[in-house]
């Protein structure tokens, strides 16, 4: 008599399993822009996806929760890992929000953040709860890791107003910007967010950029 047990089915793999969730998110997305959130159906998302329902329901249970995976696949991991970024021992606030922030924001329409930030904008009233998902996962952590390179930089004598640490989503006011002028006129005479933040950033660090312009001239000099 064969006493052995049966096998146990395997589970997917990692990379299977983070396949699918992006799979099942690319096409939550396409449906809450095509039809709104109201008008989404989880039926919809799992066809749209090619998966069945209940796989679907493996990974997200309600459509709160799908919009949440959403916000958290294409906004908050990274943003999570930014907090867990130090600048180098002589890098500039400056340097290092190029070096971090600056691909981000260059990449929001292609990563379609940008799509996300358009549904949040017009779905967020009728749907106070996704405006607080997207808050939690995404304005929380950008704030705090603003605020903390606000306060580096005014330490260091890189930014002489105290502005962007007291209000550290300014920084992110172009990104804003181009979201919705993308969204509204973007077919005619879009604008590029990546662009868009260099020249925010030649704003708010312009007394930084002339300091190590006349150190560049005494240098020469001497």
């Known amino acids: ?6 096998r146990r089915p395997r589970s997917p793999s990692p990379a299977k399993t983070a396949r699918t969730r992006a799979t ?22 799992a066809e ?15 459509k709160h929760s799908l919009f949440a995976g959403i916000v958290e696949e294409m906004m908050g991991r990274t943003l999570a890992s930014f907090n867990f970024t130090q600048p180098e021992p002589q890098e500039s606030a400056r340097s290092f929000i190029e070096r971090t922030l600056q691909p981000f924001v260059s990449g ?4 379609r953040r940008a799509d996300v930030m358009r549904l949040v ?9 996704l ?3 997207y808050r939690r996962i995404t304005l929380e952590p950008l ?4 605020r903390r390179l606000a306060k580096l930089a005014i330490a260091r004598g890189e930014l002489q107003s105290k502005a962007l640490a007291r ?22 005479t879009p604008l590029d967010p990546g662009q868009l933040f260099t020249a925010y950033l030649e704003l708010i660090f312009n007394v930084d950029n002339s300091t190590r312009n006349e150190d560049q001239v005494k240098g020469r000099g001497g």
């Not at 008599?1 to 049966?6: A, E, G, T």
């Open 167 to 188: 209000f550290p989503l300014l920084l992110v006011t172009p990104a804003l910007l181009a979201a919705v002028w993308n969204g509204l006129y973007g077919a005619e």
């Open 131 to 133: 405006a607080e998902t």
């Open 121 to 129: 904008i017009a779905e967020g009233t009728r749907f106070p709860e």
């Open 1 to 6: 008599m064969d006493k052995r047990r049966p």
């Open 108 to 111: 929001l329409e292609s990563s």
């Open 24 to 45: 099942i998110v690319t096409a939550a997305l396409d449906i809450f822009l095509d039809r709104g959130f109201s008008g989404t159906r989880m039926d919809d998302v």
């Open 143 to 146: 704030a705090r890791l603003i």
């Open 48 to 62: 749209r996806a090619g998966v069945g329902k209940g796989t679907l329901y493996l990974y997200f249970r309600t």
